[in-house]
């Protein structure tokens, strides 16, 4: 097993239980090793620090699985790790009304780089890196050990620049007919875990639509933007929305959407989708002097259209500033992002500044940060990503 050395000032982080091993933290010299190879951290004189797994990950060149220098890093180790977690989520196995949720966080249940999902009694499992796709078949056979699915599929999500290249994500079991139906608090979406990078639903907002729903969507008119398969314009509808607009840029989203009304036994005549730039729909909809109760902003961390290049980092901002010009007075924006690339501070921050600079006051209302199946650990904040802010604005005219 190949030692690195930690450089000194990240020693008391890892020490604390910091388990990504970051490119900087370690002395270039020792960067010549194979994805998956097992590795050793020690402090600058030698101290063991931890052990884990050589992978590329973003900012990282690996993972500690562990600060015990007697675990072996076997099927057995896995299969632990996998036993608590599921057990921990044994609420949830539990509840009739929701069928779909995450089985296994990564670092936050013991093993960075790897998540497990499951979709009723389909299995997701997302790769992060080739070091831990090294592994597959050890930690295949540990889930096997503890579960029994109907068939399990993969997303290798490394290596793919850019665009998801995989043809078919199938591994094992009886392949599902998808699109198949999940549930979520009792609302009904169709997915399919074999159709590129993404499902047709993003498990980690399953608190934020029930909030929707539940709270904040009757007699509301809605506009859902980057609204994707229209999940949250389906939870608004459920919830008594009067009217709900979705608008998502990509052609599939269209279809999609109207598959998610129809699994819920909604009528999308009434609603509208549009398959348009968020940018752009913004502009129409000051021409036509359209104004909303509820607008819901879930953009992505980074996206590029033909027009436009949007960083969530650079351009919430301006989003909320456009957003704001058409909700009503004492409307509600559900600003919500999963960029990693700050955290609820700055991102109130962006809150406070859009208002200000377009003299509207505003009230916080509620905040959500990811669901308590994605478990994440206190000495790893940046893997809390996920930042939901329910404000309410007060035009001052
Ligand atoms: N809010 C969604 C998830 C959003 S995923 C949900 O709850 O399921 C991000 C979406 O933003 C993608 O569907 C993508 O097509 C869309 N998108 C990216 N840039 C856009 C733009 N400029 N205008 C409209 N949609 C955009």
Redesign the pocket.
Known sequence: MKTLKINQRYTEKMKKGYPLIEKEAVYAKDNNIDEGSLIEVCDERGGFLGKGYYGMQNKGIGWVLTKNRDDSIDKHFFQSRFAKAFQQRSHLSQDPETTAFRLFNGEGDGVGGLTIDNYDGYYLIQWYSKGIYSFKEMIIAALDELADYKALYQKKRFNTAGQYLEDDDFVKGTRGDFPIIVKENGIRFAVDLNDGA?TG??LD?RHVRKTIRDRYARGKTVL?????????SVAAALGGAIKTTS????NR?LQKTIEQFNANGLDHQEHDIKV????K?FQYAARKQLCFDLI?L???SF?R?KK?T?SAAKDYKNLLKETIQITEDAGIIVA?TNSSAFGMKKFKGFIEAACKETNTAFTILEEHSLPEDFKTMKSYPEGNYLKVVFLKIHHSR
């Open positions: 993404m639903i993003f907002q859902n933007t980057f609204s994707y398969t229209g999940a949250f608008v998502d840029v990509a989203s348009m730039d968020v940018f729909y819901i879930d953009p992505p996206a259209t436009h949007f919500s």
